[in-house]
């Protein structure tokens, strides 16, 4: 599988590093940002990224140019009894093939974003001599990195409340690294214009929860006599049916399954209506963007929610529960923002001060350092 996927003669570098994780983009996003910052730092350096078997993760990659290889791995928690066992089964196997990578690969570094399919690799790196390091986007960590971070070398973290559950001594609060474009002036700048643009992204997956509240909130938006402009990301599996209730409807708005340019997207929105993952949350203050958070209900320990407050005591967001979200109230919301352009400004200002722009700079940084001193 390995040697059908990879050009061994790409991978030759001074320093290969692997990422590894993946499964959403927000595990994936940020390990992008810290192999920017790598390959500008190491000038001769090389990334494989080490992901799961979702495609979605390797188009991705592709699309920012770098290698990609996938163990077969799958998670454990809340998939049954049945699909449990098979992922236990899983684990010798991928841990194998993580093992038969870094053989292949003598990288100098391995960094786990989170998520099962990082799990294996760190593990076997470990076991191999090979410097490990993980980063963990959210408030409440994942399984993974709770079990990783109790042999790895370096932990870095988002949010300070994370201290508390990772048993490492070696822990470095540095924020959640924001890829490259959507730091560029480009992408800070909003074009001018006199309308209104509300970008609404439920997660890279989509969340049916959010689609529906905010069709019935744009319809009510649409019948008081405001028209503004929409940027729908819908989720995949639920992309033909939100492009049926728009038509049905008689609504309009640009919705795809997936946005590829979120630079151009937030460059164009006004407010963001959004799940409240750890990287979507650093996106928007980085960018200054004011948001309307509707955390994920069902996030171990609630740690959506807990994102979610961090930005709205900055006072750079609104929160909806799910358990109270309509489309009456996320349109009043919504509104009232769209005739207050002094607080929607002023909400976006609050935003950015929760920014951490150099998260990237400070994780390569420590890095660095570890190579040099091994």
């Known amino acids: 599988m390995f040697e059908n996927k990879l050009n061994a003669d790409k991978l030759w570098s001074h320093h290969l590093f692997i990422i590894a994780g993946g499964g959403t983009g927000g595990h994936l996003f940020p390990g992008i940002a810290i192999a920017i910052e790598l390959k500008r730092r190491f000038e001769k350096s090389d990334i ?103 042999f790895v070398d370096r932990v870095f973290i988002s949010f300070e409340d994370s201290r508390t559950y990772l048993k490492s001594k070696k822990i470095f609060l540095t924020g959640n690294p924001v890829r490259d474009e959507l730091l560029s002036k480009a992408a800070i700048e909003k074009k001018g214009t006199d309308g209104f643009t509300i970008l ?35 989720g995949a599996m639920d992309y033909e049916r939100l492009i049926r209730e728009y038509k049905e409807r008689n609504l309009h708005g640009d919705v795809m399954p997936f946005i590829q340019d979120m630079a151009a997207a937030y460059n164009s929105a006004d407010i963001v209506v959004s799940r409240a993952g750890a990287t979507t949350i650093f996106e928007m203050a980085a960018l200054g963007k004011p948001s309307v958070l509707i955390p994920y209900p069902y996030a171990t320990n609630q740690h959506q929610e807990i994102n979610a407050r961090s930005l709205v005591s900055a006072g750079g967001a609104e929160m909806i529960l799910q358990k109270e979200l309509d489309g009456e109230t996320l349109s009043r919301v919504l509104t009232k923002y769209m005739d207050d352009r002094l607080m929607l400004k002023n909400m976006g200002k609050n935003a950015e001060r929760m920014a951490q722009p150099n998260a990237a700079k400070l994780i390569v940084d420590n890095l660095s350092e570890l190579i040099l001193n091994s």
Not at 205 to 222: C, H, T, V
Request: contains cysteine; charged residues 15%.
């Open 48 to 150: 494989l990224f080490v992901v799961g078997q979702k495609k979605m993760n390797q188009e991705i990659l592709s699309s920012y140019g770098f290698i990609s290889t996938s163990i077969d791995v799958e998670g454990l928690k809340g998939r049954g009894l049945l699909k449990g066992l098979t992922g236990l089964w899983k684990i010798p196997k991928s841990l194998l093939q993580s093992m038969l990578i870094i053989r292949k690969t003598s990288p100098c570094m391995v960094i786990g974003m989170g998520g099962y399919s990082s799990g294996p690799i760190c593990m076997a790196a470990k076991l191999m001599g090979i410097g490990t390091a993980i980063h963990e986007q959210n408030s409440y960590p994942g399984v993974t990195n709770r079990m990783l971070s109790r």
């Open 200 to 234: 609404v992204i439920g997660g890279s997956q989509g969340a049916k929860a959010i689609n529906d509240a905010f069709l019935d909130a744009l319809s009510l938006i649409r019948k008081a006599g405001r028209n503004p402009r929409i940027i729908h990301q819908s």
